[in-house]
């Protein structure tokens, strides 16, 4: 069975049927690398790498190309605010793009070709639209005229009265039609340019994408993505340019569009100045917790609608981070520390029940229009049964390998990897890991707990707890009851929950709802 997917271009579900059957191409709108990415961009990275990861797990062959402009007004215009050239400016934002998909654990698409790459196709393209028609010159600039072109309008579902209504621009009186866009720029004094019929200049913005996408995936390719900020005029004049030029439809088989992402219940905006940058954020938070936590939260709700970002949703991704690492960490831990097959067989059972439903419900959600929302609801309802499980004495190695196995594939999917490390402290806020450190040390003063020499950091919440949890079994061998039980409801009240059992790896513990009371401030 196909998957699903909502096409933009036909306002509906439709089951998705590639150009060749086991191949998928695919395009998603890259960055202009003018500035730094922040979570809208991020969002829109994160939901089409977990699309780009499962049509991949399904598998399909998938070329997914992803550009990057680095020719545009925004990047000339950064230049000059930096005193320096357009080319160093695109560099050096490229490579925080890069740095920022390598925080967020976004894949590198198998071709991320830059606009600078690609201007011989673009003025051929140009030419050719200028040859058949569509296109006129004025003055070296090259326009596209969107009334010679009679699908003007079909994606995002205007018509050209409706676009004139909503103009906010000042009308350029050389052209045709208001609503005609720039193909070619004549160059202007200290700007990029490039050589071309119609005399020295640089492609516009839309001819890019379209010279990009078709070079590298031939017309009428599969998946076209971006935000929905995209899909006018962007996306709109992508397909009318493109297929214009080759005179054939479709451009793009199924157009898929992310929905943006507010802050606080307001939209994102440098004018109310609640942007977020992807940077800053990694700059205040450990970055395989945020990495994790910020895709759960992204992906926790489906990519076509909108979500809000704020200190309370980080945190509750957090803590939904905390309940999987749990199940992957223990499993990790049994059939580590397990020496024998004994086991409860109703458990057992329960289990491999599971185990035969968990990979079909996370299917038939993904194969309908990328649900990763329900697919990620059903991965966090098997970690619970795989907890419950453990906690009733499951120990059957063999289906606690597949349980572990399949935890982390499905994960992997979504891009979440887990047991990246078995320090519990990764899981807390800057203000939480304060707090908790301090309580720690306080207790480890208040009872004398010897800890050798030196003094332990106060980052190293697991040392601390570890070296409390052994004075308290000391304490507890010496039957002093009431002193040990003082530790562990000390600890509780920090959020450290104890299991009175003792492993070849040391004491069970984990951090409980109360270590993350204190929310972080994410500016």
């Known amino acids: 069975m196909e ?31 003018y500035n730094y990415i922040h979570i809208g961009n991020a969002r829109c990275y994160v939901a089409f790498d977990a699309i780009y990861r499962y049509l991949k797990y399904r598998g399909y062959k998938v070329t997914y190309v992803r550009n990057l402009t680095d020719i545009d007004d925004k990047i000339i215009n950064r230049a000059r605010e930096e005193k320096t050239t357009s080319e160093n400016i695109a560099e050096k934002y490229t490579r925080a793009f890069w740095e920022d998909m390598k925080r967020l654990g976004v894949e590198k698409p198998q071709v991320e070709p830059k606009a600078t790459e690609v201007i011989p196709e673009m003025i051929q393209m140009i030419e050719v639209l200028v040859d058949k028609g569509y296109a006129y010159e004025v003055d070296g600039d090259v326009f596209f005229e969107v ?11 205007r018509t050209l009265e409706e676009m004139r209504a909503g103009e906010r621009v000042e009308v350029d009186e050389r052209k045709r039609h208001p609503m005609d866009f720039a193909l070619w720029k004549k160059a202007k004094p200290e700007e990029p340019k490039w050589p071309s019929p119609w ?12 010279a990009m996408s078709l070079k590298f995936l031939g017309m009428g390719f599969d998946i076209h993505g971006g935000g929905q900020d ?6 709109e004049n992508e397909i ?14 199924y157009w898929l569009h992310n929905g943006f992402v507010n ?3 307001e939209k994102m905006a440098k004018s109310v100045g609640n942007v977020i940058l992807v940077k800053d954020l990694f700059d205040k938070y450990n970055p395989n917790v945020l990495r994790n936590a910020l895709r759960i939260l992204f992906l926790s709700t489906h990519y076509r609608s909108p979500i809000d970002f704020s200190e309370d949703s980080l945190t509750e991704a957090i803590e939904a981070l905390g309940r999987l690492e749990t199940a992957f960490l223990n499993l990790e831990h049994i059939l580590e520390t397990t020496t024998t097959a004994t086991t409860d067989s109703a458990e057992e059972g329960a289990l491999s029940e599971a185990l035969l439903t968990i990979r079909k419900r996370f299917e038939e959600s993904m194969d309908d229009d990328f649900n990763t929302a329900s697919a990620l609801g059903a991965t966090f309802e098997f970690a619970r049964k795989i907890n419950i499980s453990l906690d009733r004495g499951l120990k059957r190695e063999l289906v606690l390998k597949e349980a572990k196995t399949v935890l982390g594939e499905l994960t992997d999917v979504l891009g979440i990897k887990l047991g990246l490390t078995a320090s519990p402290e990764i899981f807390l806020l800057p203000e939480q890991l304060k707090r908790l450190s301090e309580g720690l040390s306080s207790l480890l003063t208040g009872f004398s707990v010897p800890i050798g020499k030196g003094t332990l950091p106060m980052e190293n919440i697991s040392a601390m707890v570890e070296a409390l949890l052994i004075f308290r079994g000391n304490l507890r061998r010496e039957r002093r009851w009431r002193e040990a039980d003082r530790i562990r409801v000390a600890l509780s009240a920090l959020g450290v929950e104890v299991d009175d059992v003792d492993t070849p ?13 204190i929310r972080g401030n994410i500016g």
């Open 199 to 210: 005399g020295e200049g640089r492609p516009g913005w839309h001819i890019e994408c379209s």
């Open 147 to 157: 009334t010679k072109f009679p699908g003007y309008g079909k994606l995002s579902g």
């Open 505 to 517: 790896k040391g004491h069970r513990w984990r951090l409980g709802l109360q270590a993350f009371a």
């Open 3 to 33: 998957p699903r997917v909502h096409n933009t271009l036909m306002k509906r579900k439709e089951e998705f049927i590639p150009r060749e059957a086991g191949s998928i191409y695919m395009y998603v709108c890259g960055p202009t690398v």
């Open 230 to 235: 995209l899909i006018f005029p962007h996306h």
């Open 263 to 265: 802050v606080r219940g």
């Open 240 to 253: 009318a340019q493109s297929e214009a030029y080759a005179g054939s439809e479709p451009f793009v088989r």
